[in-house]
């Protein structure tokens, strides 16, 4: 599909049908967002129903996914530090065969935030940056707070904020004051960044431990197994403090129409029955059930100056609808069920044109250097520490490349329609095959220009290097340290 500039959308954004004789001016993405107390456990053998991955029909644009209770006894925090952690390999290790890249993470002792998107989407996600906030024991431990990852999606700012609250049915209020002070905490690094608040669309969800108030066990569960829900929808503390603080009611939410998501007994579909050990080995009350799980989400509707005299008064430049709202009762490894909010994003066209326009130069091959060739933007400013990168055709997140070239040191050309620069053959993949170029911007946090895929044959000797030293060799001969891994 073609705009009227005749540059061609990614695949997967679709453009909503125009009315007669008019332009086509907004887009819709598929958004997929998932929040999972995981209770310290590992992942499990598959997630294909909680990713949706056999939908055909309707393909996802964006994962959100938000952990709670990630291992992070010292000695796993400190292995995941250096390396990633399981659960981000096991969802990179899903999704990149489907290509989906890994656009940001961040992690907060037991919080864990991934976004991911589909590769043709990565030049329009622009201004990524991460936040974190402790809340637990007066700030000053963040086994309970909140992690957030924002960015500019085609030229709409939005912010994705996971969080995990106190726990026990008494704390409401303090749970209530923790997510203001996360609010107010989460300043992003930046010129023009916007807070928290001034997104355009701010995703909120994690394991916000709101109860359900006054009805006993028995009670709660009756209600459960007649699903009537209604019933208890009006007893969740959470609900009813949208009733009465005004900052909870700009935010929206889905209805609950499937059972509380806590607390099973694991690899079950029961509610707590084993009950809590205490002191001297007395059995405690079981946990209540409670729709501790949630997703949320508020649209700030506002004009953008770009689109006040293109688009129609009072429609607004960008919307999130929800299509579903659900639990998935088949995982188990913990006592919390995971939670998936499936939205839709309508925007107006704001940008439609990637920053770099990038391409290989003539058939490559292993046996020597190669050129690549590429155009930008005319306000585009580049930097000494942007970069060129080699990446296998399904790469996992932009620092997974087999090989990489600085823009300015590299450039072999420079012409007002173009640039070249070179990438050396000793560092070319020997054994060939299919690969992708993309332009990493050092201010943008973001890959901003990807190449179409394309072969670079291999050595007909198909001698192996040692995989070790891919990369840093020409690092260190330019007198630069390698590429710094982003918060991917």
């Not at 006894?73 to 990633?84: G, T």
């Not at 952690?85 to 919080?111: E, N």
């Not at 001034?198 to 995703?203: A, E, N, P, R, S």
């Not at 009950?275 to 508020?298: C, E, Q, S, Y």
Request: glycine share 6%; proline share 6%.
């Amino acid at each position: 599909m073609s705009t009227a500039a005749g540059w061609d959308l990614p695949a997967g954004l679709a453009v909503l049908s125009p009315a007669a004789g008019m332009e086509a001016r907004r887009w819709r993405l598929r958004l997929h967002v998932v929040t999972w107390n995981v209770g310290t456990a590992s992942p499990p053998p598959e997630v294909t129903s909680l990713l949706q991955l056999n939908s055909q029909d309707q393909a996802v644009d964006l994962y959100v996914i938000g952990l709670q209770e990630v291992n992070s006894k010292i000695v796993n925090f400190l292995s995941d530090m250096a390396f990633d952690d399981p659960w981000s390999l096991f969802f990179m290790t899903t999704l990149s065969p489907l290509s989906y890249v890994k656009v940001s993470s961040i992690r907060m002792q037991g919080l864990l935030l991934l976004v991911f998107a589909k590769q043709a989407h990565l030049p329009f996600i622009r201004d990524i940056r991460s936040q974190f906030t402790r809340t637990g024991l007066y700030g000053y431990w963040g086994n309970k707070g909140g992690v957030a990852v924002r960015m500019s999606l085609y030229g709409h700012t939005v912010c994705f904020l996971n969080c995990h609250l106190p726990a026990h049915m008494e704390y409401a209020e303090q749970r209530l004051d923790d997510f203001e002070h996360i609010l107010e905490m989460q300043q992003f690094e930046g010129e023009n960044i916007p807070g928290i608040l001034d997104h355009d669309v701010l995703f909120w969800f994690g394991d916000l431990n709101f109860r359900i108030e006054d009805y006993g066990l028995h009670f709660i569960r009756e209600s459960i197994n007649k699903s009537r829900f209604s019933l208890l929808w009006e007893k969740d503390q959470l609900n009813m403090a949208k009733k009465k603080e005004a900052f909870l009611q700009e935010f929206s939410e889905g209805p609950l129409k499937f059972k509380p998501t806590y607390k099973f007994d694991l690899y079950s579909n029961e509610y707590d029955t084993r009950g809590k050990k205490t002191f001297f080995w007395f059995n405690g009350k079981k946990r209540k059930p409670a729709w501790t799980d949630r997703i949320l989400w508020r649209v700030k509707h506002l004009v953008h100056p770009a689109s006040e005299a293109a688009e129609e008064p009072g429609e607004p430049p960008i919307s999130a609808s929800l299509e579903s709202y659900t639990s998935h009762m088949s995982y188990g490894v913990s006592d919390h069920k995971p939670v998936t909010g499936t939205f839709e994003l309508q925007m107006k066209r704001l940008v439609s044109t990637p920053l770099v326009e990038l391409h290989p130069v003539g058939d490559w091959s292993a046996e020597r250097d190669a050129t690549v060739s590429y155009t930008t933007v005319p306000d585009f400013a580049s930097s000494a520490w942007d970069w060129i990168a080699l990446y296998k055709a399904t790469f996992q997140h932009p620092n997974d490349y087999v090989m990489y070239a600085w823009v300015q040191d590299n450039e072999i050309s420079s012409r007002e329609d173009a640039k070249q620069v070179y990438l050396g053959a000793e560092e070319l993949p020997v054994t060939g095959g299919e690969f992708l170029l993309g332009y990493y911007s050092n201010a943008l946090r973001s890959i901003v220009g990807l190449s179409q895929p394309f072969q670079v044959q291999p050595h007909r000797t198909s001698k192996e290097k040692d995989p070790f030293w891919d990369g840093i060799g020409e690092a260190e001969e330019l007198g630069h340290e390698k590429p710094p891994p982003g918060d991917f």
